[in-house]
């Protein structure tokens, strides 16, 4: 349903971002998506669906702009929704991904009830909205999958009986309800595979996540790998040589307080490094920057705190909450290690921005790190990957034994490595693959 002004029909162009508000790497593909169409279909008219409605527009628009240093050129429509609670993962105890997806559907239809666009492009996952806009409100369907809803690997986690976050222990040690699991994941997998193939265009971030979508949604036709934009630039005045500001080397770990980041890894393995007596004086720091979406985010850092307590750390972990973009680089350019933890990240854009800032990564050994971003530059190192906590605390003790010259190596090999994943690039392959959407 176009709109009109001056006499002349203009496209409307919608991205579905329940979370738009959040500062993570998602919410930086948005507000990247959207100046780089501004700046190629200025005449367009641009909505996004929020479920953010305790802020304003302005609000969501100036913490776009203080988090990424992205500000908008033409004006943004948001439509505010106020059935968000109905994908929250804390209203679904159990069958959380059926649950989900059902309660996208009901957000989908509040949206497409408040505003038909001409174009529908679901940015945040939420693949069961696809056939709603499709077929129901005649749009052009677009999707950007940061992550599978599910997964093979998720599929195997529970075939092989395997405690997870997401994969309760009580069910690791019953075969029946084992099998079960399998089962309905199996079926939910298939009905994910549906959904998605009603996408016109796919962009995936990552080698990993390619994969992944291929083998559910098989529409390898219009599939592409679209890297998210990294703001490489912004780091690259940084300077490479270790900068102190405060005694004992700084670790920096950058990411929303989620559960699949798997921040209480990194607080055991730096406990550990701590307890191996690492020959230095005083003792290395670690800091935790992150963003919290909502009361759950909250309780779960106020846990991570209770940890450190309990591991007797809680002088030498600092947490960093919604910081601005200003603080961020601050702590980067003073870092000596970036650590990362989670398993199969699906890209990875903290890493990425670790590497630019100069920082030595350590990150997870899989998903996109492991594929696309610590892989060798020109034959030479740019990182480094581990997996348990005693592979993080030996690699993180291994770093920090290096000579300043060997880690100014790696730190220059990273920052050489990464320009692939700039906004430049970002905006030039999103571009390319939108076009089907607005021929």
Not at 270 to 278: P, T
Not at 402 to 417: H, M
Request: glycine share 8%; aromatic share 10%; with cysteine.
């Amino acid at each position: 349903m176009s709109a009109s002004k001056n006499g002349k029909i203009q496209r409307v162009i919608a991205f579905f971002h329940p979370y738009c508000n959040a500062g993570g790497g998602g919410e930086r593909v948005l507000w990247c998506a959207l100046r780089a169409l501004q700046k190629k279909y200025p005449e367009a008219v641009y909505v996004v669906y929020t479920g953010d409605i305790n802020v304003s527009g302005q609000q969501i628009l100036e913490g776009a702009f203080r988090r990424f240093n992205i500000r908008l050129i033409h004006p943004v429509q948001f439509v505010f929704l106020r059935k968000r609670y109905l994908v929250e993962d804390s209203h679904y105890p159990r069958f959380t991904l059926l649950g989900q997806s059902l309660g996208s559907i009901f957000l989908g239809w509040e949206a497409l009830m408040q505003y038909v666009p001409d174009v529908y492009i679901d940015s945040m996952g939420y693949a069961f909205t696809l056939p709603l806009f499709k077929y129901l409100g005649g749009c052009r369907v677009g999707s950007y999958v940061h992550y599978p809803t599910i997964s093979t690997d998720m599929l195997s986690v529970v075939k092989n009986r395997n405690a997870r976050f997401n994969n309760a222990g009580f069910i690791t040690r019953n075969p029946f309800l084992s099998k079960v699991k399998l089962i309905y994941y199996y079926l939910f997998a298939s009905i994910y595979g549906l959904v998605g193939s009603c996408s016109d265009v796919v962009m995936v971030n990552s080698s990993w996540t390619l994969n992944h979508i291929l083998s559910l949604w098989k529409v390898g036709n219009c599939t592409s790998i679209v890297y998210p934009p990294c703001d490489v630039q912004t780091f690259l005045d940084i300077p490479l040589h270790e900068k102190k500001t405060k005694p004992g080397h700084l670790l920096v770990s950058i990411g929303q307080f989620r559960p699949e980041k798997n921040h209480p890894l990194q607080i055991r393995a730096f406990a550990k490094l701590l307890n191996k007596k690492v020959s230095e004086s005083p003792s290395p720091r670690l800091v935790l920057i992150g963003g919290c979406r909502n009361k759950d985010d909250e309780l779960r850092v106020n846990q991570l705190r209770r940890l450190c307590e309990d591991l007797k750390v809680q002088e030498d972990v600092e947490f960093k909450i919604n910081i601005p973009f200003d603080e961020l680089k601050k702590y980067l350019s003073e870092a000596v290690i970036g650590l990362h933890t989670m398993w199969n990240e699906h890209f990875g854009i903290g890493v990425v921005e670790c590497m630019a800032a100069g920082t030595v990564i350590l990150a997870h050994n899989s998903g996109g790190p492991k594929l696309d971003i610590v892989v060798p530059h020109e034959g030479e190192i740019t990182g480094f990957l581990a997996e348990s906590e005693e592979d993080y605390a030996e690699t993180m003790a291994h770093i920090l034994s290096l000579s300043a010259e060997k880690r100014l190596q790696i730190r220059k090999n990273a920052r050489a490595s990464v320009s692939r994943f700039s906004d430049q690039e970002f905006e030039a392959s999103f571009l390319s693959s939108v076009e089907k959407l607005l021929e």
